[in-house]
């Protein structure tokens, strides 16, 4: 499943990304470009925009009621067959929405800090941005958001 997002919704397309899907966070305005880009490349459309609803347009559309970004996934979660897993967390860059890639250690020497090198084993980086990421405690924060808001709401 891959998403598009409009301009409010931008903290949803972020942590769309974070469990693991590809989501584009659409700037403009939400007209029938959005809906044709979305279209072109088989997204489901997100939006708060109830106006949307009306247009024409035969792909899948999404009025997000809820304000808080945890319920927004809630009712993603009701309307799809949304399955997150925790092993697809943090799998993409929250920056450009690329696949990120797993990078062998010895590669990124002299690119983290050295307390980082030393203390960890696991690197990926973004084909596009080039940023390197690697467990931290925002991964331990992730997965606990994630078991708790999201996890328990579906079995």
């Keep these: 499943m891959k998403f598009i997002t409009d301009a409010n919704l931008g903290k949803l397309a972020k942590w ?3 469990l693991g ?3 584009i966070f659409h700037i403009g305005n ?3 470009n959005f809906l044709r880009k979305a279209q072109k490349e088989g997204r489901i459309v997100l939006t708060r925009k109830r106006d949307l609803a009306r247009r024409e347009f035969s792909g899948r559309l999404f009025v997000i009621q809820n304000d808080r970004v945890q319920d927004q996934i809630r009712e993603i979660m009701d309307e799809l067959p949304l399955h997150p897993q925790p092993e697809r967390l943090l799998n993409i860059c929250l920056k450009c929405n690329e696949k990120l890639e797993e990078v062998p250690k010895e590669k990124i020497a002299g690119m983290v800090p050295p307390y980082v090198f030393e203390n960890c084993s696991h690197f990926h980086t973004c084909p596009r941005c080039r940023g390197i990421f690697w467990p931290g405690t925002h991964r331990d924060n992730i997965h606990r958001f994630f078991k708790t808001h999201i996890q328990h709401h579906h079995p």
């Design 16 to 18: 769309l990304r974070i």
């Design 30 to 32: 939400a007209d029938r």
């Design 21 to 23: 899907y590809d989501t």
